[in-house]
């Protein structure tokens, strides 16, 4: 089983947005060698954008991916 956290603060290249921070992300990831041959995944993306991406209340967003690898 292996586990991976990641962490993504995400800032603007250039000032065209009234405030330089965009958002912060995070994903947790779930893998299990079912065999040598096969993998499943689970994946648990969560965004969180800062008020300064121009919307006037932005709305997180969530993200769940389940697959299957098959190597042959």
Do not use: C, K
């Amino acid at each position: 089983i292996g586990i991976s956290l990641n962490y993504y603060h995400y800032i603007a290249a250039e000032d065209v947005l009234a405030d330089d921070d965009i958002g912060d992300e995070v994903d947790i990831a779930l893998t299990y060698d079912y065999t040598e041959d096969v993998r499943f995944g689970l994946l648990f993306a969560w965004l969180a954008p800062d008020d300064g991406v121009g919307m006037a209340d932005p709305d997180d967003a969530v993200e769940l991916v389940a697959s299957v690898s098959v190597a042959f």
